[in-house]
């Protein structure tokens, strides 16, 4: 919770597009229905989406708790399941030699060994508990910056992913040597001489 209180590590990004006219009822639209849900059906390895800052169990948005002043504070919760290569290989070596042993087979064909890797991962997906993250998101809608919290690349990847299918507006990573020529002043020529 480094921005409500502490310190933060984080990107800056710009954003770039037209905000909407009616910029606060649509937030609180897409924000409510890019919200973070629970995996219910079939598990997938990632599920992500949108939750309070101060809460990362609240996905309801109640009250716009998001809003800060100026600012929009809310957190991207990332679950991942994650599968150790080891553990999938040996369970699909056992599944194996049980279909061989049930079948009377001696050798298997390439497609039913896919298939028993694919069943046994599935089934290692829906036993295996997903590993929560979160990452707290900053945006200034007004003057078009966002700060997330986090320096990860995937993190970061999945954050620019998620923000422009949410929100419609494309992310640029802000670069102290590549400033903004919108918010910049322009500089006069200076001669070679000074």
């Known amino acids: 919770m ?7 590590t984080f990107r800056r990004y710009r954003v770039v597009g037209d905000l909407p006219p ?9 924000i409510k229905l890019h919200a973070f849900r629970e995996m ?7 599920n992500l989406g949108w ?20 600012f929009l504070l809310f957190a991207l919760r990332v679950d991942r399941i994650i599968l150790p290569p ?5 369970r699909t070596m056992e599944a194996e030699q049980q279909y061989l042993r049930e079948k009377g087979l ?26 929560p993250s979160w990452y707290e998101v900053c945006w200034a809608p007004f003057q078009e ?18 923000f422009k299918a949410t929100f419609s507006l494309q992310l640029v990573p802000y ?13 006069p020529e200076q001669s070679p001489r000074g």
């Open 86 to 90: 080891s553990l999938l290989r040996v």
């Open 2 to 8: 480094g921005f409500l209180k502490g310190s933060a």
């Open 106 to 131: 001696k050798k298997l064909f390439r497609e039913q060994r896919q298939d028993l890797r694919e069943n046994v991962r599935r089934a290692l997906l829906k036993s295996t508990p997903p590993v």
């Open 51 to 70: 939750t309070s800052i101060e809460n990362i169990l609240d996905n309801n948005f109640e009250y716009a708790n998001y809003r800060y002043g100026e």
């Open 145 to 162: 910056w966002v700060l997330f919290g986090s320096l990860s690349e995937k993190a970061a990847e999945d954050f620019e992913k998620q």
């Open 175 to 187: 670069t102290p040597w590549n400033p903004d020529p919108a918010t910049t002043p322009e500089q």
């Open 22 to 30: 009616n910029f606060n009822n649509v937030f609180d639209d897409r």
């Open 40 to 46: 219910t059906a079939e598990p997938a390895e990632k």
